[in-house]
């Protein structure tokens, strides 16, 4: 799964695809970035990353934000 793949399920579950940026940071959104070796995670609010968590691999890192956006959308 990539970046690409969160935003399609985001679209299919009617979670707003505003609300997630993949490789940009935007206010008030659940961020999926690289930064290199790893793929960080994290809510970005005002400048401010929020519980950001790193991962080795995109997939990874793609699953678990799906996994959040899910529960912050209550798309179980």
């Given amino acids: 799964m990539n970046g690409d793949d969160v935003l399609r399920r985001c679209r299919e579950l009617g979670i707003p695809t505003d609300a997630v940026a993949v490789n940009e940071v935007r206010d008030e959104a659940y961020v999926l970035e690289d930064v290199g ?29 799906l996994d959040r956006l899910r529960l912050a959308f209550g798309r179980e």
């Fill in 37 to 65: 070796t790893e793929w960080a995670v994290y809510y970005s609010e005002r400048g401010l990353r929020s519980e950001e968590r790193r991962f080795t691999s995109e997939d990874d890192a793609a699953r678990y934000l």
